[in-house]
């Protein structure tokens, strides 16, 4: 994940606009599907090709969706069909982008992150979205198929809510409404791995917890990098006067927006939580530490004097009276079980036992 | 608490606007009160129904409250009776929301946390409260029954202070400024409680107290993102030029504001102190660890040498002529004592005793 | 002193403008002294009455101060004889405010807080300072007798520099100064306590030591949220106009501001000492450890296999030959002797001894 | 590196504009080549003289390359040629200096550093770049011949892309991308060594890891010192109105500024894994230390008590009535197995086994 | 070096605008030296009388150097002959001053802060220098005599570089970057230091090295504290707009603003560093234990069950019949090496040899 954006180094003094697919999942070829609906019809074409796409475009909202960007030629015949600037296309085709918006004369260029939680346990997946909101268009482009907007088009084919009422604009902001919700999901599953792993830490400290600690410090070093510019973004759709986006739309925003700062604030309470593991680590083992180091000194401290005690009478001098009283022997035992008796009480006062 | 706000994500891909109770507090049906007053005159409904509460309205100051917010139906015949926007009602039903402040044309939405301590020692409890300021009407929401806001009734019912002689912009003042100061309570408790475990910490160090520390600080972080937009909050109405509230209000509201930046100075001060404590954990371990480690090494140094030199005269060998001395036992013993005296001392000179 | 600013929970519910004297110095009763002066004249009455004073109260610069703030009827009085605002009342005797700034129509009202060091050794010593700035008059309240402005009294009694010759607005810049530079002394104290505490971590670190760090911890973080909002206040002072204080006072303000800002570097620099004393402990109690270690590890490691060795002769076999050699105890000692020869040199080269 | 920046010292004193090679990299000769080109025509000249240089100097695109910075005069010499100021000759000879910009009214400076990993594994190796833009020249000065812009003189040469289209405002921009895409490779270098590290850190920590991570932290504070301020300098660049820089590369910039923000992200997630790595340590030693002590205590509990039993039974009193029982040896052998079989069980219990 | 900035306490409660010199050199008697020069002529005393520098005084570059600063009338002379605001003599004579610019009707008033290290290894030396720039004047004061300038004034005698050519306000800014080019200095020795601590505590840490590591990191927390006002004070000079400074000069600003910036990067650096040592420090230690305790189990773990063996054939019982075995003697043996055989390659495996 971590090396995905730095994998930009292989387009290394290539020219500007260059487009390289620079990201992990190769498809077989790419899909487009076609959503064009307005108040009262709705033609949805799953698989079809780009020129039928663009055939097809006419008055109503036009919602074009690309699956698989490692086909080079296909993003630049859509570039020329849509008049996109070229560094917009290689921004398409270079998975590894900040979420960041650019406005251009005739559209304004979206991109974002999806992240969703793998359930192998291969942990947190992120995919580039990137989105091109033109006058009667909106182009989604997306490394792989499958994303988290089968709901959003459920309610489109419905007709639920006031979203077949609306234009493109609406549809850019419904978009961005599910794909910041589905963030809730991943941050809930990181919260409760959080939470097992501290109940661990405590009980039984190991190795492998610091590695999970680690991993998990990484990943949610990902989330904030992903998430801060995403508020930054809707910050700025907020502030930018475009008239491709309407002021109705511009009001829904502002929920978008609460909705980012508060994945901040959980994602930065992670952090802290996180951080705090592995002070809790450390702490623990030191516990652990002090209470092995108290049965070992309990028992040295008991049984080495003893034992010194008792290789004195085991001494071959030809002169040791003691030996030969009569009481000598059970009056040694008499003596060692007091000593100990003394120990056991000084650890007590001592709080070790 | 940290987890209900991440379970927004149950309302992830439903249409904006969607009105779903996200909160825990299930009551049985949700309870309207009514209290309308002028300088005056005073009319106080304990329960009553929506259309009761909406056509008993007037020109008087109409503060109605709603205990409980799981009940739909209700908060949308609400919104239609008031002309609240669907995002509001959505927020006022997503209880995991920031406290924020929104300008809408005929009113001021405000959300809002009130936090308590369950004496029941569960800690912290904390429950949305929503306010709807509009030019007659004051409208608050809480999950639950039961508030801190029972003082301030009572100065309106008994006429004290200035309440009655002002409108309903300087009750929505005085319903946060009863909440604010409800807050200095809460971390009075913290303050305790803090100071109790960092005496215990010292004293007697143990797991249990990781636990505490690792709850408080998750508390406070929560306390934090509770407190922090708080004072944005209030910072916004202060500056925000509203015709629904008054420059006299104004006036009163900089006083919330200081208390507000004091709460935050404790919360951030208490964090602070938390810290400290854990610190404070790690070096009495690691002090109380060199105690031990003192003891033990002491008790060795001593007695490994000495039973070493009484094994010595524990083997058979033929020939040991020190065996046949008629003094060796006696001087064996002085030559003991007096290695155990020169080692007391060097420990005595190391400061170990 | 922490508490002392939580403590405003007592006043949770009440309606604003209530007074309430939330400080911890009860004293008997209030006592009031007027200090009138201008170029040629002066007038001092040491304890006198409010109606006097007000009465007394003429062209010339008035300056009234109150110690004591428990009589509730005395600041209301106050109150009604120089029109003060009843948040301004309030603030005067809630003793936990922050340092801040407020202007009103005829006044400015400005809080600070006096810092001591009392001999006792009872630590940091904290009282809040109000005033009241108006066109000829300068209220100053404080929570009981005695306080840092003496030399600034005796200054205008023999009318050294030019106090004298300046109005009410230059004697509450004298003030301000006079108070800030008494933070100076507090500092001074804490910074030998820091450097005498610093020196006994090195030499001996004790549970004792950590107590005190925690202390110094907590009372300087104290330090900071007073001095911080000093400095928020004077820079405020300088910058709004108004026409209560003068252009050539605001000159003045200027070198107050830099001593503030002196005040905050000291107190943050403090601030990294003393946690550096914490590093300090830690790394102290470590290098201690070792050295314990180091001395138990050499005392076994050379006589645990010695007293093997003697085992193996003790043994009863029947045939055990070497028992019987003529120099076989001879050279058993030898042969041990060599051995600790070898193992102080092998010590003394990993630099153990 | 970091001494480099410091060995600025050895000016101190010097009048402002004294040109001073204070680099470390001495070579020969300086050598300067020129490439002029325009959309039809190129000419490019491998090693020429400064002279011939100035001389074929025309209306096209005119790129002087001069590696090498030690020649004061020739530097002086290009000065006088192109109408430079005296400190920015200096500066381009003094190559500790950070990134920045400066207008002048004929051209604009920029000072970038250029950033490789050697082969040799020798580490980081820095070098500053410096750029003159005129209205239609660029100069470039680097301290050694060799550099990383081959594919960018590749692509003027084959007339690949826009560049042979567009003016010298463009080129100073594509030497600005060729060099902002070269840190990434050095940054997945980096990344490459802190995973390694990590791995080696969990399996086997030592010291020589400490140093390793000692080291990274030093080379990723002399990167980040690098990357932030390239960021200011590219965001000025985009701000700045100047009449060298038309509007079309200005849009060009914003994807570099893109770039040098994604680079800035990844060299503080790699300063965090940095510092994770340094708690990894700490915490892998001491869990193995616990596991050290387990067995240290394991073994002492086991067989220092027993060590005292049979040294009861070693000893010669005269009357010691267990040394005659018949089963007495063989009862001691059973109860010293049942003990060890009870601690045993014991430390299973505590999970030390 | 922190205490003198606090011993500004021994001027509490005296009226602003006493001059009280709080340095701690003490000099026999101030000495005042003149330099007069336009680009034609120069005329330097040494040493002068106040009266004969204010006589001599003319039309040309005018620069009077005072050192020494415990003449209270001397300096209060000064004030009057070039009318300086009373405030500016205090300044110039308390010591502790940050470094700070302040703008006065008829001149600027610059207070710097000159370091040096002393040769005699009593570490960092700080002294403050006061520039008072006016019309066609500049004074300039020092603690005592000696200061970095020498190479300036050599330049003005020989008339090297433009500084003859230029006014009294380049003479000010010939200074400010001679001062502020002395800081590499110090930061380069500081460097050092760091580099060999750094080694020194790898290699084997001790508490002297935990001393060294406390000085530097107040040092250079000092360091800090001179280095980032002189950065505003810089940058508050380039943006002023004062008729003393012409815009030529401001130019060369840009330059000195530069070099205290890359200061301020160094110094951080440094301090990155230095608290790098410290946990260097801590994991070393914390290595060292590591191997001590491997040394310890391996002996304790190797000889104490051997010991036992031993002292189970030392036993007296009637009926031991291992004892009267005829291979009893080498067959324990024989055990007893395999045991310690397969302990080591036990170790081996657990990496402890």
Request: net charge negative; proline share 3%; hydrophobic share 45%.
């Amino acid at each position: 994940m971590h090396k995905q954006s730095v994998k930009r180094s292989s387009k290394a003094g290539l020219s500007p606009g260059t487009i390289i697919y620079t990201g992990k999942h190769k498809v077989d070829r790419a899909i487009i599907s076609l959503l064009q609906y307005d108040e009262l019809s709705l033609n949805e074409q799953q698989e079809t090709s780009l020129e039928d796409a663009v055939a097809f475009r006419d008055q109503r909202v036009n919602w074009i969706n690309i699956s698989g960007l490692h086909d080079v030629r296909l993003i630049e015949e859509i570039g020329k069909a849509f008049s996109l600037h070229p560094l917009t296309l290689e921004d398409i085709a270079s998975t590894g982008q900040r979420p960041k918006i650019e406005y251009y004369d005739n559209y304004v260029f979206i991109v974002l992150r999806m992240l969703t939680i793998s359930t192998g346990g291969s942990g947190l997946q992120d995919e580039q979205i990137s989105m091109v909101l033109g006058k009667d268009f909106l182009l989604t482009f997306q490394e792989r198929p499958g994303d988290v907007f089968n709901p959003l088009r459920e309610r489109i084919r419905l007709a639920k809510g006031r979203i077949r009422k609306l234009g493109v604009d609406y549809l850019s902001y419904a978009l961005l409404d599910v794909l910041v919700d589905s963030y809730f999901l991943v941050l809930e599953n990181y919260s409760d791995e959080v939470e097992q792993l501290e109940e661990a830490v405590f009980n039984h400290p190991s190795p492998e917890h610091l590695a999970r600690i680690g991993k998990l410090k990484r990943e949610t070093l990902f989330l904030r990098r992903a998430v801060w510019p995403l508020r930054e973004l809707i910050s700025a759709l907020q502030r930018e006067e475009s008239s491709l986006i309407s002021g109705g739309v511009l009001t829904f925003m502002r929920d978008v927006y609460d909705h980012s700062v508060q994945i901040i604030e959980i994602v930065e309470t992670l952090r802290e939580m996180i951080s705090g593991l592995h002070d809790a680590y450390l702490s623990t083992l030191s516990f652990r530490m002090n209470e092995i180091m108290k049965v070992l000194t309990i028992i040295a401290t008991i049984f080495i004097p003893l034992s010194f005690l008792v290789g004195v009478y085991g001494m071959n001098f030809d002169v040791m009276p003691e030996l030969h009283f009569r009481w000598g022997y059970p009056l040694l035992w008499l003596f060692m079980l007091s000593a100990v008796m003394a120990m056991l009480l000084y650890f007590r006062r001592k709080r070790w036992l």
